[in-house]
């Protein structure tokens, strides 16, 4: 895996993106955190096809938090099979991956 990862997930609603988001970044787990949408998804789900709006969530982290945060994700969202998707960051700016590093050393 790379090094430097981006994590997404979407939830329900920006109270439960704005908790997860602000538990990863004081726990340094991620660096950052963007919250944005609505969109609108579409998936089936228990053999219908559902349309819902839901907040994207998208966490810069490294790839040695990404147990973590996938746990984390796991406890705090309400969903019962949260989307949690890790992309790996190929190229950067080394000062910005710098910055990840920095961000998610502990204290």
Known sequence: MHQHVLITTTTGDHSVAERIAADLVDRRLVACAQIGGPIRSVYRWQGK???????????????????????????????????????????????????????????
């Open 49 to 107: 096809v559902e349309f819902t709006e839901e907040i994207v969530l998208q966490l810069k982290t490294t790839a040695e938090q990404v147990a973590a945060v996938k746990q984390s994700i796991a406890d705090l969202h309400p969903y019962d099979v949260p989307e949690i998707i890790v992309t790996p960051i190929v190229d950067g700016s080394a000062e910005y991956l710098k910055w990840i590093d920095e961000q998610t050393r502990p204290a």
